[in-house]
């Protein structure tokens, strides 16, 4: 009892822990992240706190666009919601020919060693030196920073230099499926990489360690040779043993581009150096049938390198649409629960976390004014906005938001059982019902959740060796308390009902 109460504490004293502040920063990020106790919040500073005062969704004249002095104000917030690490989108100049928006796509870069000018504040000196301010902010919360580097490059680019670009049969650059405005950069083969394509990255790897963020996120790194990765992670890791990076694959790639280069797998990838890669979550569609596999998995491969790398989880991400236009609320609070009791390091989209759907009333419509040859709004049903200056993503769910600080927070409280426990499928009495456990030192997280949209469901979970004499501190129930009888547990469950249990002195196996 004395070690439950113990427990008990600690998860309060976690719920009222303040912002952490530090005189000297030690990136520490790959550690971090190897333990999986990343909880990653990705923004765009374009939007992250964009002044939208007649709430139409765009910024316009009288209005201010997101930039790093005002994003700054916010980080108390993301450091009380218990996240320790921001992954920002790209901040790099973008193309304003053949662009989609009136702004441009943020991963249709321009120049890979410069700062978007736009994201200055209006009063600001230079975009660079704010950018550092706030990367010094987040530090001083014990926030950890991480940089998307994009894999493509703008029209603009390509016109001034076609040499870079990977090209067809025919001579034509080559574009991923649905996106015009950019095209893949031709990083060369594993055995001769291509040194002007390996120098923009490098210019890019060179600013980012000047800048002090802790970590880069490189999108669709199978389009290049893992020789070209190990040489780029290689040098980076001079200068900052820890920087931290993530591959962002695109499960798809290998389908659109076999025909142009060879897709570096994900396994050579990590290989080369990088800590971690994106996971399939958010391409999940039926819940009961696919997330046992995929954690499955992603535990296989991360221990066939000793546990040092592996996923980072994310139920929804900036090209897909948001699941509760389709699933609801209460969908997105059971994901989270999900996530938080994950063997991975969680990934959140910003707005996800508070019921933002995405939607936004000048979708598409005509622009008065453009900074592109666009004169659109492009915007993609459901998905965060990256083409615009548009309104701040910000849903005003409640529930979803509470939800979430709460995982976070018991995330982190159990932060041993999630990195190292094991995962053990339960059978249930019901088959819209999933029943896991994480168990490690005498310690197990049970999760019991209800998939169906509908109905209410009364099941019985079945766990060997447990009976009514275990004590359990309820983490995530509703109104219907579990009961424990030998065996296993018994409990009623509305639509979409997610329950975390947490037991001491016990075992799952």
């Keep these: 009892m004395r070690n439950i109460k113990l427990i008990i504490t600690a998860f309060v004293l976690i719920l009222g822990s303040q912002a952490f502040c530090a005189n000297v920063w030690l990136n520490d990020l790959r550690n971090v992240y190897s333990n999986k106790q990343a909880i990653i919040y990705e923004l765009n500073i374009r939007t992250f706190n964009a002044e939208d005062k007649d709430g139409n969704g765009v910024i316009t004249k009288g209005e201010e666009r997101g930039n790093f002095v005002n994003a700054t104000k916010r980080l108390n917030e993301l450091s009380q919601a218990g996240i320790n690490t921001v992954k920002i989108m790209p901040v790099l100049p973008v193309s304003k020919t053949q662009a989609f928006g009136t702004a441009g796509s943020l991963f249709a870069p321009v ?53 870079l670009f990977l090209k067809d049969g025919y001579g034509n650059p080559i574009a991923p499926e649905g996106m015009d405005d950019v095209r893949i950069l031709n990083a060369g083969t594993e055995n001769n990489i291509n040194n002007a394509v390996y120098q923009l990255y490098r210019d890019f790897t060179e600013m980012m360690v000047d800048l002090s963020v802790d970590g880069i996120s490189v999108s669709m790194p199978e389009t290049k040779p893992a020789s070209f990765w190990k040489k780029l992670i290689n040098e980076t890791r001079k200068f900052d043993s820890q920087m931290l990076f993530l591959a962002e694959v695109n499960p798809d790639s290998n ?90 390091n969680m990934h959140y989209l910003d707005g996800y976390t508070t019921g933002d759907n995405y939607m936004y009333p000048m ?18 049903r459901g998905q965060i906005d990256i083409y615009n200056y548009s309104r701040r993503p910000a849903g005003m769910d409640f529930n979803i938001y509470t939800d979430f600080v709460t995982a976070n927070r018991f995330r982190l409280m159990a932060s041993e059982v999630i990195a190292k426990g094991n995962f053990i499928t339960f059978k249930t009495s019901n088959p819209n019902v999933l029943g896991y ?73």
């Design 111 to 163: 120049e890979f060693n410069k700062i978007d000018p736009t994201l200055k504040s209006p009063r600001g000196t230079s975009a660079y030196e704010e950018m550092k301010r706030f990367i010094n902010e987040c530090h001083k919360r014990k926030i950890r920073v991480i940089a998307a580097l994009p894999c493509c490059a703008g029209y603009d680019l390509y016109k001034k230099n076609p040499a």
């Design 437 to 509: 456990g994480r168990s490690f030192n005498n310690i197990t997280v049970v999760v019991i959740a209800n998939t169906a949209k509908t109905e209410f469901e009364k099941i019985k979970i079945k766990i060997p060796k447990i009976n009514s004499e275990f004590y359990s501190v309820p983490i995530k129930v509703s109104a219907n308390i579990p009961t424990l009888e030998k065996g296993g547990i018994i409990t009623n469950m509305a639509p979409l009902e997610i329950q975390v249990l947490m037991f001491q002195n016990f075992n799952a196996k």
């Design 363 to 380: 979708a598409n419509k005509k622009a008065a004014a453009s900074m592109t040859d666009d004169m659109y709004y492009h915007v993609k």
């Design 255 to 344: 389908k659109i581009f076999k025909e142009y280069l060879t897709i570096t797998p994900t396994s050579k990838l990590l290989e080369a150096g990088f800590d971690g890669y994106s996971g399939n979550y958010n391409k999940i569609e039926d819940v009961k049938k696919d997330l046992y596999n995929y954690i499955k998995s992603d535990m296989s491969i991360s221990q066939k390198f000793d546990n040092k790398k592996s996923v980072y989880g994310n139920f929804s991400s900036y090209d897909n649409e948001n699941p509760i236009i389709n699933n609801g609320a209460d969908y997105v609070r059971q994901l989270i629960w999900f996530g938080a009791t994950m063997p991975a």
